[in-house]
């Protein structure tokens, strides 16, 4: 992805619940070394904190169905458009995206997954972990495709599970080497 010297890469941020990772990229959109900006943002769940919370940061928010793509699939599409979004960042957005939009954004999706992948794809990836006494876990950036959390991938980071952690403990940890990665994963892939 190119961008001219200067110039803010437009983001759009994808979200369904608490959307911890959507603050912090807003608030890191807001530093001067930031190289992008986030422009919008697009839930399927109108009680989502994250978006209760960006609309208090005055950033647009639109809320789709994301059920029946007929009914919102164009309307996504040129609203993305008529913004000049440049990359659309999924952060605990829980729908699955069709293939056709996928089509459009080729290369211009994103999403942050709580596992090493390509280990513990979908849900529960701390239970998994630790059910199988792993020595590590941590969070992936990846490219979106049409297979779940299969793109490939752009940053990790990894941290040590220790025998007293439980899933909350590991969530909590997981979500701050998150918060790291996400901003510097998309520093990465603009260049
Ligand atoms: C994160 O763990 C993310 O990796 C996953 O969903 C969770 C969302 O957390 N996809 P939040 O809504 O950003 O707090």
Do not use: W
């Not at 010297?5 to 608030?27: M, R, W």
């Amino acid at each position: 992805m190119e961008k001219l010297i200067g110039e803010k890469v437009n983001i759009a941020v994808f979200v369904s619940g608490e959307g911890s990772n959507l603050k912090n990229l807003i608030k890191f959109s807001k530093k001067k070394k930031s190289n992008f900006s986030v422009k919008i943002v697009i839930s399927n769940n109108f009680k989502s904190k994250g978006l209760l919370y960006a609309k208090k940061t005055k950033i647009i928010t639109r809320v789709y169905n994301f059920i029946n793509k007929k009914n919102y699939e164009k309307k996504l599409v040129s609203t993305l458009s008529k913004l000049d979004i440049n990359l659309i960042c999924l952060a605990g957005f829980m729908k699955i995206l069709p293939s056709s939009f996928i089509k459009k954004f080729k290369g211009k999706i994103i999403n942050i997954h709580p596992s090493l992948l390509p280990k513990y794809k979908g849900l529960n990836t701390h239970k998994r972990a630790l059910i199988n006494k792993d020595k590590y876990t941590g969070c992936t950036v990846h490219y979106v495709n049409n297979k779940l959390d299969s793109g490939k991938i752009i940053l990790q980071k990894k941290i040590r599970l220790l025998k007293k952690d439980n899933i909350e403990s590991v969530r909590k940890k997981v979500l701050k080497i998150e918060h790291q990665i996400y901003p510097k994963a998309i520093k990465k892939i603009i260049i």
